[in-house]
C-alpha cells in the first residue's frame, strides 16, 4: 500500500519533532514548531515530493498550519497542473 500525500507529510513533520505526537489536524505553527527555516523546509518538501510549484499566492501561512491544509494544497496544485497538460 502506498503512502498517501497526508501520510507523507505528517512522516516530514514528525521526523522533526520525533518526541511530539503531531496529527493531521494540528496547528504546527500555533504549537510553536515551525520557525521561518522550517517554513521554508516545509514549501520545499511539497513542492520536490509533489512535483507541483507553490505560486506565490499559495505561500500563506493557511496552507501550511496542518497536515490537513498542506494536503489540500497538494491536491489543489496537482488538479491545477492535470488540467494545464
Known amino acids: 500500500m502506498s503512502e498517501t500525500a497526508k501520510d507523507q507529510i505528517l512522516a516530514f513533520v514528525r521526523s522533526r519533532y520525533p518526541q511530539a505526537e503531531i496529527t493531521e489536524s494540528q496547528d504546527i505553527f500555533a504549537l510553536g514548531f515551525v520557525n521561518s527555516l522550517f517554513a521554508m523546509e516545509l ?34 496544485l496537482s488538479a491545477d497542473l492535470a488540467v494545464q497538460v
Open 43 to 76: 514549501v520545499m518538501f511539497v513542492e520536490k515530493t509533489f512535483g507541483v510549484t507553490i505560486p506565490n499566492e499559495e505561500l500563506r501561512i493557511d496552507n501550511f498550519r496542518t497536515a490537513d491544509a498542506m494536503t489540500e494544497l497538494v491536491s489543489r
